[in-house]
């Protein structure tokens, strides 16, 4: 609800309508069994065995032990007289002699109660000695759970009791137990001879108003209302489960409980946290490697640390600070020392690559006046990147979407500070290394002072002669250039062909790994029972329900005819057919039913053995109580399903459909509240609104990055293409995500939000390094740009690349898409960043900035005097 749901949705104020009004839920536990046929004697005994333990599962908590019996979901029990669901007859539809009762679902009901025949005193007197039972889904029931009548059973006994029982002889609810079968085979009447599956569900009471969120929720905001001791009963349950063995008949078994979701989203998430630490380590080698060279005087150990320590420092700075201010910290907040590593070492080899330059042309400068000028041109470079990752995230915190507006908080507030730390902490220490370097102290150990002195070493790399290759004889060449511009619009309209197939769809089973007893459990679910949809809830509050009852009873009949809505069986329906039969009065007349006489059948129709189930279903002004009229009703509700979907094109419409045939119905009375509500609407709310999320955050974000590439660079035709490699990259992403499988949701809306950052920071550090070269033809220019500059941009991309290429051996979906995503955004933002615009700039691209920036980098004959500096061309400029 904080994390994941809208909170201008009508699902967050449904849910808190429906805390506030019933207060109450439950959770299920269920145990999937498959055979070669569950309907074998030996599988009912094996059944027997395992309901008798489960039934005797115990905790302890705060010193008060809890079983089954005391945590389960009770319902009322109504079998004081013999009442059951017939099998559809002809016959029995005639004896009814009204044209205006329906059947409802594959069995007819019968309306008769014979408790009639009894006063209310005796009826009630015997009734209210009945115990609550349990509510469960058990095929055991049909035997009253006798270990006597179990172990005596035959097949052919087990087969007819499936076809012919329709009620709980437990409860005296109407059930049909065939439904709990899956893989059935049946004869050539209709009737179930065989099945492969057989499922239990128990049922466990939550009290939603005193659930403490805080004891029992996790970190990834992925639990659901459960009491402690609730939870504690279901890790026993599930102990128990996953312990079962039995080999016989090919038996084997698949459990869930309401907690599975929960701790195997969790474990997934927070289980990949040890990668961190490797990672950690593979950045540090890659930083040292990086910006070291092969002589004791320059491993800069120093500054592989000081380079990740700036990240730890800024991810502790900024989950303090946004805590602090009470910004949530959600599931997808666990990749973010990833994605900060990736980002955080970039800054340092831009400064790096800007050292080199003002290295190999001011040797005569001091190292303060030299630190100077390399933040001069490095610093430009990190303040565009920077402030345009920042801006683009908080463009992301706009959302309604909370999660996604937390993430976005955090990872800007990450980036400012990896910032400020790069600009004060890492130059200081950055200038202290090069003291160290002058006063020839090893790179290891410090205190160390070398007798031999050791030349520091102007040479370029191999990588970097490597990289001049490459763009002096294959990119910046005519056929090189024609080839890259021909690539880039050939990608990109197989990008603009997939964007249009790409689909936005977001399925809370994608969490859970495949491995898992969950997964399994889910998998061999959806096999034997694969039309079962989602349940949900009609919510009517306080209303005149005998003047409303045919404006209710026509909505009911309305969502009967939707194709999309099963199992439908409502108490409007039910009532109306119970009144009707016993009373003689007809309700969708409400003239002639008084609200004294509506009252008093409700009253009677809830503890009968027909109407009994529907008690779940009301709220009182009062206690309801056998014999008495009801009192003021101030909430109801109805159930039932939806059909299978295949995703949103099909449930989006369905639930908005719904919810408009609800809404529509003409109640004048009362509140005149109604909704539909549906656990699931959680998700679909956020996949409504997820696209044009995605979409509006995209644009917006782009635009902003434009705007502030023009106030920064102040060079309109250098930002224009600038925007047009993030654009190029973008879309190319989001291309590729399609033909990789994958969709648009909450996680990869996040990825997207960091990729637009990102991608600017490739183009924007080569687009602004040309501007400052001024001398040489465009070509030249170019090649000295991505020479000097290039290196630092791909070395940034491999560092992103690394950090968060150990995210592809994670199991949990978070990890596995920013993987995905971020991979994309790389390839493409380097390739676009390094090919595409270098390309682009040889052939047209602007002027630089202004002359004596190249003359302050180029001249080599500089001096410092009296802290001002004075060049062979006589000109003096402030030192």
């Avoid at 002669?465 to 619009?489: D, E, R, W």
């Avoid at 960091?754 to 030249?780: K, M, P, W």
Wanted: hydrophobic residues 45%.
């Amino acid at each position: 609800m904080n994390l994941w749901v809208p909170p201008d949705s009508d699902f967050y104020y449904d849910t808190h309508w429906y805390i506030d009004k019933f207060g109450t839920g439950f959770r299920v536990q269920k145990l999937l069994i498959t055979a070669d046929n569950v309907l074998d004697p030996s599988v009912m005994r094996l059944l027997k065995n395992i309901t008798d333990h489960i039934n005797t599962l115990s905790i302890d908590f705060q010193n008060k032990t809890y079983n089954l019996s005391e945590l389960c979901f009770k319902v009322p029990v109504v079998t004081i007289v013999d009442s059951s669901w017939k099998p559809r007859s002809d016959v029995s539809l005639k004896s009814n002699n009204s044209n205006s009762l329906s059947n409802y679902n594959t069995f007819e009901v019968d309306y008769h109660d014979p408790g009639l025949v009894f006063g209310d005193g005796f009826y009630c007197g015997v009734l209210n000695h009945l115990p609550l039972a349990c509510h469960q889904y058990n095929i055991l029931d049909i035997w009253n759970n006798s270990e006597k009548l179990i172990h005596n059973l035959t097949k052919n006994e087990i087969v007819n009791k499936i076809n012919e029982i329709k009620v709980n002889p437990i409860t005296g609810h109407p059930v049909d137990y065939v439904n709990l079968l899956g893989g059935v085979v049946k004869n050539k009447m209709g009737h179930v001879v065989e099945a492969k599956s057989i499922l239990l569900s128990w049922y466990m009471y939550v009290n939603m108003s005193e659930v403490n969120l805080n004891e029992v929720g996790n970190l990834v905001g992925t639990e659901d209302w459960v009491s402690v001791p609730v939870a504690l009963w279901e890790a026993e349950f599930l102990n128990y489960a996953h312990n079962l063995n039995f080999t016989e008949n090919g038996v084997k078994f698949y459990y869930e409980a309401g907690r599975s979701f929960a701790d195997i989203s969790g474990q997934t998430m927070f289980q990949d946290m040890d990668k961190l630490s490797v990672g950690i380590i593979l950045m540090f080698i890659y930083v040292v490697c990086a910006v070291s060279r092969c002589n004791w005087l320059e491993i800069r150990l120093t500054l592989g640390s000081i380079g990740l320590l700036n990240v730890g420092m800024a991810y502790i700075t900024t989950v303090s600070l946004c805590s602090l201010a009470g910004i949530p910290f959600g599931p997808v907040h666990s990749s973010l020392p990833f994605l900060l590593m990736g980002l955080g070492v970039d800054d340092m080899f831009v400064m790096n690559a800007c050292w080199k330059m003002v290295l190999a042309t001011d040797v005569h400068k001091s190292t303060s006046a030299k630190v100077g000028l390399m933040l001069k041109h490095a610093g430009v470079s990190i303040v565009i990147t920077s402030f345009t990752d920042i801006v683009a995230l908080l463009i992301g915190a706009i959302t309604i979407l909370p999660s996604l507006k937390s993430f976005c908080i955090y990872a800007a507030v990450g980036v400012f500070f990896i910032f400020c730390y790069s600009v004060t902490f890492y130059v200081a220490v950055f200038t202290l290394d090069l003291k160290r370097i002058k006063e020839q102290r090893n790179g290891v150990i410090f205190c160390y002072k070398h007798k031999k002195e050791i030349t520091v070493s102007t040479e370029t790399t191999l990588f970097q002669k490597l990289l001049a290759y490459v763009y002096k004889n294959i990119v910046l060449t005519n056929s090189g250039k024609a080839i890259i511009i021909l690539f880039t619009l050939i990608m990109t309209g197989f990008s603009v062909q997939a964007i249009f197939k790409l689909e936005q769809r977001f399925d809370p089973k994608w969490f859970i790994p495949e491995d898992t007893y969950f997964k399994e459990f889910i998998n061999i679910h959806d096999y034997y029972y694969p039309d079962e949809g989602q349940p949900a809830m009609i919510f009517l509050g306080d209303m005149d329900y005998n003047a409303e009852f045919v404006n209710l009873y026509n909505t009911v009949q309305v969502l009967r005819n939707e194709s999309y809505v099963a199992e439908l069986m409502t108490w409007v329906e039910i009532f109306h057919g119970y009144v009707l039969i016993n009373f003689h009065h007809d309700l969708l007349n409400s003239t002639t039913v008084t609200d004294e006489q509506f009252n008093k059948y409700l009253s009677r129709f809830l503890f009968s053995p027909v109407g009994g189930r529907f008690q779940l279903n009301f709220k009182f002004s009062g206690n309801l109580t056998c014999g008495e009229s009801i009192s003021d009703i101030t909430a109801s509700s109805m159930s039932f399903r939806f059909t299978r979907f295949e995703g949103p094109a099909e449930y989006i419409p369905a639930m908005n459909r719904v919810k408009d045939i609800v809404k529509s119905a003409n109640i004048t009375t009362g509140s005149g509240y109604r909704s539909v509500w549906s656990k699931v609407f959680g998700n679909w709310v956020t996949d409504e609104i997820i696209a044009v999320e995605v979409e509006r955050n995209i644009e917006l974000a782009l635009l902003c990055v434009m705007i502030c590439t023009v106030i920064l660079i102040t060079n309109l035709q250098m930002c224009l293409w600038i925007f047009i490699c993030v654009l190029l990259t973008i879309v190319n992403v989001l291309g590729w995500m399609q033909r990789w499988g994958m969709t648009v949701d909450i996680v990869c809306c996040i990825g997207l939000e960091l990729a637009i950052g990102l991608c600017v920071d490739y183009a924007a550090h080569v687009g602004h390094t040309f501007l400052t070269i001024t001398q040489g033809s465009r070509n030249e220019r170019t090649f000295k740009t991505v020479t000097s500059i290039g290196s630092a941009v791909l070395l940034g991309g491999g560092s992103t690349l690394l950090s968060l290429s150990l995210l592809s051996m994670s199991k949990a979906y978070t990890f596995q898409s920013f993987f995905k995503i971020f991979l994309l955004v790389i390839l493409f933002g380097l390739f676009n960043g390094l090919m595409f615009l270098p390309v682009v700039l040889s052939l047209i691209g602007p002027a630089g900035h202004r002359a004596y920036d190249e003359e302050e980098i180029k001249a080599p004959e500089a001096v410092e005097l009296n802290g001002k500096i004075y060049d062979t061309g006589k000109q003096m400029t402030e030192g």
